[in-house]
């Protein structure tokens, strides 16, 4: 995912984001701040950028079209389909 900069107009840093469940703290960032510090307000962005949907919290619930499609009722992005057991 790409955040841009604050300073910097036309400026973007790319924040990588390991899987949608993760907290902020495990979002990394190539920017300066990231690199020296451990953490910028890259992070942030990002992290609320992101849809975390899932079937089980919603609220949306996914059509049967969009289930078979892999669409995601709130973002329409790709869903990525998950068994999770116990």
Do not use: N
């Not at 059509?63 to 992005?77: F, I, S």
Request: hydrophobic share 25%.
């Amino acid at each position: 995912m790409y955040v841009p900069s604050a300073s910097d107009e036309g400026k973007e840093y790319r924040v990588l984001v390991p899987w949608p469940d993760d907290g902020i703290e495990d979002l990394t960032c190539e920017c300066l701040s990231f690199i020296h510090r451990g953490h910028c307000h890259h992070q942030q962005d990002a992290f609320d950028a992101l849809c975390r949907w899932t079937s089980a919290d919603g609220p949306e619930e996914q059509t049967k079209e969009q289930y078979r499609a892999q669409v995601c009722p709130r973002c329409g992005e790709q869903t990525i389909l998950q068994a999770e057991y116990e």
